[in-house]
């Protein structure tokens, strides 16, 4: 049959029975919001390309996470900035590092109430600001993965509930795997940054982390823009090497990626908002040019329409006040 008989507007009529009819339904819990702790400072401090964003210090980071819980934002993904950086990136698993001192203490404060997600990386550690060990100009694949076993181990001890390695060295999840297992912390998953581009979106984040390479970029070890299949072949090894969940950063971009992940795979998939998707938005709100709330529920929903089951972003609170508002 077709029209006059079939009217695809009428359950568009109402909010009712838009609402009734809705496909794809996006809920506070399918959030996590990036945080950023800074060692050494005394009070939070703005991040100019990330409007509502900050550097925090270990106070502000567990107040923000006491407003996060509020509003039911079930967990956070840590990043951390060291007071001093070496070429060993060796304050990544020090146990009294900045972000061993976060989970610590946001664990004391929240007990089971919030998930704590790490982020598995060098670049915010690393003097030359790369996510692994460089050797004659390059980075070092595999010295780099015994860097990754003791972080790994070092960041399960202290509280860490899920290690998300970011680096996108090769072999890095059956590396992190091994030594957690060989370390008793079987129970710890991994969010395996498995599709992760190489892309001009991370500009706000290397702001943020304090993070840009000082030589080269990072092209030798994340993806070409134009690869499809190859994204297929990474997710596929990363769950051969025991990822538990795996992810496509950045998400906007990459929502046929997406889609094609979560049909393939059947695995638990994330997506990451990155910090240029936000700037993006914010600057335009900033001038008037979108309805930022609109804007936000809309990207938010495409990306879990695509296939996530997790959507790292930092409009996370906000979307959580708005969701909970239109319930």
Request: proline share 5%; net charge negative; with cysteine.
């Given at each position: 049959?077709?029209?006059?008989?079939?009217?695809?507007?009428?359950?568009?009529?109402?909010?009712?029975?838009?609402?009734?009819?809705?496909?794809?339904?996006?809920?506070?819990?399918?959030?996590?919001?990036?945080?950023?702790?800074?060692?050494?400072?005394?009070?939070?401090?703005?991040?100019?390309?990330?409007?509502?964003?900050?550097?925090?210090?270990?106070?502000?980071?567990?107040?923000?996470?006491?407003?996060?819980?509020?509003?039911?934002?079930?967990?956070?993904?840590?990043?951390?900035?060291?007071?001093?950086?070496?070429?060993?990136?060796?304050?990544?698993?020090?146990?009294?590092?900045?972000?061993?001192?976060?989970?610590?203490?946001?664990?004391?404060?929240?007990?089971?109430?919030?998930?704590?997600?790490?982020?598995?990386?060098?670049?915010?550690?690393?003097?030359?600001?790369?996510?692994?060990?460089?050797?004659?100009?390059?980075?070092?694949?595999?010295?780099?993965?015994?860097?990754?076993?003791?972080?790994?181990?070092?960041?399960?001890?202290?509280?860490?509930?899920?290690i998300a390695p970011s680096g996108m060295m090769d072999g890095q999840v059956q590396a992190i795997r091994e030594a957690l297992d060989g370390a008793g912390y079987q129970d710890i998953a991994i969010l395996a940054y498995a599709a992760k581009y190489a892309s001009s979106l991370y500009g706000p984040f290397r702001e943020a982390a304090e993070s840009a390479p000082k030589f080269g970029d990072r092209r030798s070890y994340q993806m070409d823009i134009a690869n499809r299949e190859e994204a297929i072949r990474e997710v596929s090894l990363d769950i051969e090497e025991g990822a538990d969940m795996v992810m496509v950063k950045p998400a906007l971009p990459n929502l046929d990626i997406l889609a094609k992940i979560k049909e393939l795979f059947r695995m638990p998939t994330?997506?990451?908002?990155?910090?240029?998707?936000?700037?993006?938005?914010?600057?335009?709100?900033?001038?008037?040019?979108?309805?930022?709330?609109?804007?936000?529920?809309?990207?938010?929903t495409a990306i879990k329409r695509a296939g996530a089951d997790v959507i790292l972003t930092y409009f996370a609170k906000d979307a959580a006040h708005w969701l909970r508002e239109r319930s």
């Open positions: 049959m077709s029209f006059p008989v079939v009217r695809m507007r009428r359950l568009r009529r109402n909010p009712l029975l838009r609402r009734m009819v809705q496909e794809t339904r996006l809920e506070v819990f399918d959030l996590v919001a990036p945080l950023f702790v800074k060692e050494g400072i005394a009070a939070p401090e703005p991040i100019a390309s990330m409007p509502g964003q900050y550097q925090h210090t270990l106070d502000s980071l567990v107040r923000e996470c006491e407003e996060l819980v509020e509003v039911g934002v079930p967990a956070v993904i840590l990043f951390g900035i060291p007071a001093r950086k070496d070429p060993e990136g060796s304050g990544a698993s020090d146990p009294n590092g900045i972000i061993q001192r976060a989970l610590r203490r946001i664990r004391e404060e929240f007990g089971e109430r919030l998930l704590l997600i790490t982020d598995l990386c060098m670049c915010e550690y690393t003097s030359h600001g790369h996510c692994g060990i460089v050797r004659n100009g390059t980075v070092d694949n595999d010295r780099t993965l015994d860097r990754y076993r003791e972080i790994a181990i070092s960041q399960a001890a202290a509280g860490a509930d899920i994330a997506a990451y908002n990155v910090s240029g998707e936000y700037a993006m938005v914010k600057a335009a709100a900033q001038q008037g040019w979108l309805d930022e709330r609109a804007t936000v529920v809309e990207i938010l």
